[in-house]
Every structure is written in structure tokens, then in C-alpha cells.
């Protein structure tokens, strides 16, 4: 049975608690993560701006409610090869879709952000990250 690490447990608990459902069960039913990020405070948040990573500013993004409506998870273990990173991340956004929907829960998918299936149209790729929508 997986478990939580540490570092994880302290993001999950400041999940909200349709995001805490989700992410158990793709621990549990699909592969391994590690929970990189939930809530940020406003410096977190806006140096995650500054540094390219986050596109929007403190308190815009779903990082910066609590509980947090967004999460980063990443596969664990950490692929070293990008194309199976990106094939994981993919896989596991496809599953959260799946089970999300099985919830009653509606996510939105950094690989993806307007939702029409066309990976290709989007200036920002966030692959590591879910949102409520």
C-alpha cells in the first residue's frame, strides 16, 4: 500500500478536500506521485511568478485559497528522461480525468487549459498541475 512522504502529507493537508479524494486515488489506483505544491502564501506564490513558473500573481492563482483549490504532483520515482516524464504526466492527467469524473469533481489540467483536447494551442504548459473548475 503507498503511502504519503513527509513532504507530501504537509501539501495534501492543505488540499481541499475534493483535490485530497482525488489525488488518494491516483495514488492509489494509478501510479506513485509526490504532492509538490498546494497552497502558497503571497511570497511563494508571486516568486513562483517572477521565475517564469506561475503566470499569475498573488492572490490569483487557485494555489492561494485554503484550502488550496490547485495542486502540483509530480510521478514517483522522478522520471530522468523528459519524453517519459511528459508520457507519465500525461497518463496520470488523463486518469485524473477519469476518476475526477467517477467523484462528481471537475478538473482542469495544465496540459490543457481550455479543455478542447488541442494540446498544441496554449502559451503556458503546466503539466504537473490540477485545478478545481
Known sequence: MRTWSCRSKKVFDTLHPDLQVLVTRIRDEVTDISLVSGYRDREEQN???????????????????????????????????????????GYIAGRAFALAQQEGIRIRWGGDWDGDGDLTDQNFDDLFHIELH
Open 47 to 89: 516568486t513562483m511568478f517572477d521565475n517564469g513558473v506561475s503566470t499569475l500573481r498573488w492572490p490569483d492563482s487557485k494555489h492561494n485559497r485554503k484550502p488550496s483549490r490547485a495542486v502540483d504532483l509530480q510521478p514517483y520515482p522522478y522520471p530522468d528522461y523528459d519524453p517519459k516524464l511528459w508520457g507519465a504526466l
